[in-house]
C-alpha cells in the first residue's frame, strides 16, 4: 500500500507544496541496512546515514540515498549547479550558503505521519573554510587538497531502514506543477509507484557479502607511511604561539590541527564498516560523490531543528571506559570532577548557548542537560545540551550560518580563534571542522561536526585531528592528543586495505 494515497496527494498539491513523498513500507526483518546499501552504493552518488543514540543502542531511521536530481557544489565564491537528468551544468557567483538556500527553498514538502522524518532534501557537506565567505577571517596560505568546500546532493529517493520495527520504508517524491491537473497528478502518482517498484525489485536482488575484520589489534605494527602536515616541532611551536595571544587575552582557547595523508586502496565502504563497529556513533555517514569518498563517526551534533527548535550539544571532556563496571564509574567520577575539563566545557556550553540563542526568541534558550556522561564502545565523554525555540523570520540556514563552525573545532571567542587558525595553521582545512548533514525539504536540519572523519581523494586518505590549546597547555600532550585521535581512523584504513592482516599505521611526521 502506498502513502498517502491519490486523493491525499491531490489535497497536498492544493495546499501549495511542490514536492510530496509517496512510501511503500514493507518488513525486511532478514535484511541490514547495509545489505540493502551494498545493492545501490555502486551509482556515481551515494549516500548512507546511521546513529547510535547515547552511545550504545542504534537510533530508530537509517537512511539511503542515490541518483540525486540535482548537485550544488563550491569552491570559493563560485558555486557549480549540475541538473542531473537535463544533463547540463551553470556556475553562479555569490555566497554558497544563499545560492544553496535559494535551491533548498524552492522545494516545498508537507510531513506525513505513516512517513519517516527525513523524506527528500539536500544531503552533504559545508567544509570548515566555507567560512570565509561569511566572516572576517582571511584564508590560509595553502589550499586544501580536496576540491570541494560545499557539495550537497538534491535526492527525491530515499531509502530508509526502521530498525525499531525491522520494516524498510522506499520514499519517492512526486513534483507538483503550476499547471498540473487532475489528470496529469494521477498520471504523476502512477509513474512515483512504478518507480517505489522497480526500487522494491532491486533491493530483492541477491548481495555480495564480503567479510571484513573489525578487530584492529594494536601489536603487529606494519610500516605504511602517513605523512603529517606538520613536524612536531611545527605543532609545538604553534601551541606556544596560540598560547601567547591567550596570555595577551586575545582568546580563551584556540583549537589547533594537523593532517595527516596517507596512499591507499582501501574500499572506503570496508573502512565505513569497521568504523561503524569500532566506534559506534550518533552520526554515522558513508558519503559518495563524483569526486570523493567522505567516511566518518561523529559524536557530535551541530546543530539540529525540528518543528521550530534549534538544539546543540556541546562536548567537552573524555575519559576512556573502564574494563570493570567499578573502573567505568570511577572513571566518570574523575571526570566530572577534572576542574580543567569543566572549566572547558563551560566554555563551550556558552559558546552554544550564544550560537543557539543569536537564532532563538528572546527567553527561550534553556539547557536541557547539563554535563551529563555519555558512553560510547571506547571512552565516555561530558555533553549538555541547549534548545532554543527559532525565530518566526528565520530558518535552519540561519541557525547553520550562527552555529558554524563549532566552537569544539575553532576555540573562543570563535571569530578571534579562527583568525589565529588561520594565521598559524597555514593550510585550509577542507571537510575537517566543517557539517555534515541534511537539508530536507519538509523544513527539518540535522547536522553533525565533520570529526573523526575520512576523506578518500585520487588514491589518498586524509585524516585531520585538533586539540583545544588552553592556558596551560603542554605542546608535547597537545600534538599527542591529536596523533591518537586521528590513529583510530588511520587503523581502520588499514583494515580496509587487507582485512586480513589489519595493522596499526606507523606515523611517519615528516
Known amino acids: 500500500m502506498f502513502m498517502p494515497n491519490v486523493e491525499e496527494v491531490l489535497s497536498l498539491s492544493k495546499e501549495n507544496f511542490n514536492v510530496i513523498p509517496i512510501g511503500f513500507t514493507y518488513l525486511s526483518d532478514h535484511e541490514t541496512c547495509i545489505s540493502q546499501f551494498e545493492r545501490v552504493r555502486h551509482e556515481e552518488h551515494a549516500f548512507l546515514l546511521e546513529s547510535v543514540e547515547g552511545g550504545e543502542r542504534w537510533a530508530r531511521y537509517s537512511y539511503i540515498g542515490r541518483r540525486p536530481f540535482l548537485v550544488v557544489s563550491s569552491s570559493g565564491k563560485t558555486v557549480d549547479i549540475t541538473f542531473i537528468n537535463e544533463k547540463k551544468s551553470i556556475q553562479k557567483q555569490g555566497s554558497p550558503l544563499d545560492i544553496v538556500k535559494d535551491y533548498v527553498s524552492r522545494y516545498k514538502s508537507p510531513k506525513h505521519s505513516s512517513l519517516p522524518p527525513f523524506t527528500g532534501g539536500a544531503v552533504g557537506f559545508f567544509g570548515y573554510d566555507l567560512i570565509h565567505t561569511f566572516e572576517n577571517v582571511p584564508r590560509p596560505k595553502t589550499p586544501s587538497e580536496q576540491e570541494n568546500e560545499m557539495e550537497f546532493l538534491f535526492t527525491d529517493e530515499i531509502i530508509v531502514f526502521d530498525h525499531l520495527k525491522q520494516k524498510t520504508t522506499i520514499v519517492c517524491n512526486l513534483h507538483v506543477s503550476f499547471d498540473d491537473t487532475e489528470i496529469t497528478l494521477h498520471e504523476k502518482y502512477e509513474q512515483v509507484c512504478d518507480r517505489i517498484r522497480r526500487t522494491y525489485e532491486e533491493l530483492q536482488q541477491p548481495v555480495r557479502k564480503k567479510a571484513v575484520n573489525t578487530q584492529v ?122 576542574e580543567k575539563e569543566r572549566a572547558e566545557h563551560v566554555m563551550l556550553v556558552d559558546l552554544g548557548r550564544n550560537d543557539v540563542g543569536r537564532v532563538s526568541e528572546y527567553g527561550t534558550v534553556v539547557l536541557d542537560s547539563y554535563m551529563e556522561i555519555e558512553r560510547y564502545s571506547h571512552v565516555m565523554h561530558m555533553v549538555s545540551h541547549v534548545k532554543g525555540k527559532l525565530q518566526k523570520d528565520k530558518d535552519f540556514f540561519d541557525a547553520l550560518r550562527s552555529c558554524m563552525p563549532a566552537g569544539t573545532v575553532s576555540g573562543a571567542p570563535k571569530v578571534r580563534a579562527m583568525q589565529i587558525i588561520s594565521e598559524l595553521e597555514q593550510q585550509s582545512r577542507g571537510v575537517y571542522g566543517g557539517a555534515i548533514g541534511y537539508l530536507g525539504f519538509n523544513g527539518q536540519m540535522d547536522s553533525c561536526i565533520a570529526i573523526r572523519t575520512i576523506v578518500f581523494q585520487d588514491g589518498k586518505a586524509f585524516v585531520q585531528a585538533g586539540a583545544g590549546v588552553v592556558a596551560d597547555s603542554v605542546p608535547e600532550r597537545e600534538f599527542e592528543e591529536t596523533v591518537n585521535k586521528a590513529k583510530a581512523m588511520l587503523k581502520a584504513i588499514e583494515g580496509g586495505t587487507d582485512p586480513r592482516q589489519i595493522q596499526t599505521p606507523v606515523l611517519s611526521i615528516r
Not at 595577551?248 to 593532517?259: E, K, N, P
Not at 569497521?274 to 552520526?283: A, D, G, H, K, Q
Open 217 to 338: 589489534p594494536l601489536t603487529e605494527m606494519r610500516k605504511n607511511e602517513v605523512r603529517s602536515s606538520h613536524t612536531k616541532e611545527e605543532f609545538c611551536y604553534m601551541v606556544k604561539k596560540a598560547k601567547e595571544y591567550i596570555k595577551t587575552g586575545d582568546v580563551f582557547q584556540v583549537v589547533l590541527s594537523q593532517r595527516f595523508e596517507q596512499e591507499t586502496e582501501a574500499d572506503p565502504f570496508d573502512v565505513y564498516r569497521i568504523l561503524r563497529s569500532m566506534n559506534p556513533s550518533p552520526y554515522m555517514y558513508y558519503y559518495k560523490s563524483k569526486d570523493a569518498y567522505i567516511v566518518g563517526a561523529s559524536p557530535e551534533l551541530l546543530v539540529k531543528v525540528d518543528d521550530g527548535c534549534v538544539e546543540n550539544r556541546p562536548i567537552a571532556g573524555t575519559r576512556p571506559r573502564g574494563k570493570t563496571l567499578q573502573e567505568d564509574l570511577s572513571f566518570e567520577e574523575e571526570l566530572l570532577a577534572d
